[in-house]
Nanobody, 126 residues
Framework: QVQLVESGGGLVQTGGSLRLSCAAS????????LGWFRRAPGKDREVVAA????????YYTDSVKGRFTISRDIAKNTVYLQMNSLKPEDTAVYYC???????????????????WGQGTQVTVSS
């Protein structure tokens, strides 16, 4: 069973950058999908970005396009979320998640993902 361990969250000023990492273990990844989701205070969890592990296809929600980049390092079994030009509205707990369905990278839904990391707090000060 895959285990996800996140790191990289923290406090950053508006306009700054952070890179989140999520290391997967316990399973050899193949035609799977890894996603980043976030939950802002008082709001529901929403998708941020997703990637197909085998093909590298990516998806971004409109609010982060051009600012965030999802990528993976196959040798390290790690998925990253590079976040640039951060805004206060990006403040949230960020979660990485795993789906055994490789197609889940495309327009991902919460129900597509069966394993979740513990979450890492990102705070953008204004």
């Amino acid at each position: 069973q895959v285990q996800l361990v996140e790191s990289g969250g923290g406090l950053v000023q508006t306009g700054g950058s952070l890179r989140l990492s999520c290391a997967a273990s316990g399973r050899t990844l193949g035609n799977d999908a890894l996603g980043w989701f976030r939950r802002a205070p008082g709001k529901d969890r929403e998708v941020v970005a997703a990637i197909n592990w085998s093909g590298g296809n990516t998806y971004y929600t409109d609010s982060v396009k051009g600012r965030f980049t999802i990528s993976r390092d196959i040798a390290k079994n790690t998925v990253y979320l590079q976040m640039n030009s951060l805004k206060p509205e990006d403040t949230a707990v960020y979660y990485c998640a795993f789906s055994a369905a490789g197609s889940a990278w495309y327009r991902p839904r919460l129900s597509d993902y069966g394993r979740w990391g513990q979450g890492t707090q990102v705070t953008v000060s204004s």
